[in-house]
């Protein structure tokens, strides 16, 4: 799969709601109810970060939910692309990019979407066909200002910002041309996941999948 067919079906999976749900899964038992959650409340991609010990279960468990499309998130080197792939991940998110795990993401058909922050990154990314990158953190680099800016001289990038995004934000991304979607960890607060208030989240997805674009 090249770089420039990976971001092809990155652009279809980010165009299927205005907000990916960025989730950090310590608890296994939470991850099916989450998901259905999320899927109910319309927001079928799911990224699920490669930062507790139960990820990649998470990530099998939540793939047999109907309607959902999960990923993973926080891809840092090429076992954890292969990883991920196995556990049933159908896309992968890295905060950056490096030769080895763009080479990963060919190797294991996995669709990448690669972080970027700077122009210098953007236009890296740009020559190896990467026209859908990860635009992180943004909150912390510039935000929506920022990646208007950009806009400008690389128009032909379409972005997925992450990184401190909140519901009150994320409508000055999505308002962007150049804006795809937006991940976020509002939709999915841990004193709900650990309260079991699923109703609580698929209100939380509702809302989130009303914004406009």
């Not at 709601?17 to 899927?39: C, E, K």
């Not at 954890?80 to 991940?89: I, Y």
């Not at 922050?117 to 953007?122: D, I, K, L, M």
């Amino acid at each position: 799969m090249t770089p420039a067919e990976q971001s092809q079906t990155a652009l279809a999976m980010c165009q299927m709601a205005p907000v990916i749900p960025v989730l950090v899964i310590d608890d296994l038992a939470h991850a099916v109810p989450l998901a259905q959650a999320l899927v109910a409340g319309g927001l079928p991609v799911l990224e699920v970060t490669l930062r507790t010990d139960c990820a990649l279960e998470a990530i099998t468990a939540m793939a047999q939910v109907e309607g959902a499309v999960v990923g993973a998130g926080t891809v840092l080197t090429p076992d954890q692309m292969a990883e991920a792939r196995t556990a049933g991940a159908r896309f992968a998110v890295a905060p950056g990019a490096t030769p080895a795990l763009i080479d990963a993401a060919r190797l294991n058909k996995m669709p990448l979407l690669p972080g970027a922050q700077t122009c210098s990154e953007v236009m890296t990314l740009l020559e190896l066909g990467y026209t859908v990158q990860k635009f992180f953190p943004a909150e912390a680099i510039g935000g929506a200002a920022a990646l208007k800016s950009i806009a400008g001289p690389l128009p032909q990038v379409t972005f997925c910002p992450t990184g401190g995004i909140s519901a009150a934000r994320a409508s000055d991304y999505l308002a962007l041309a150049n804006v795809a979607c937006v991940g976020g960890s509002w939709v999915a607060p841990k004193d709900a996941m650990n309260a079991g208030a699923w109703d609580t989240i698929t209100k939380l997805a509702a809302d989130a999948a009303r914004l406009p674009r």
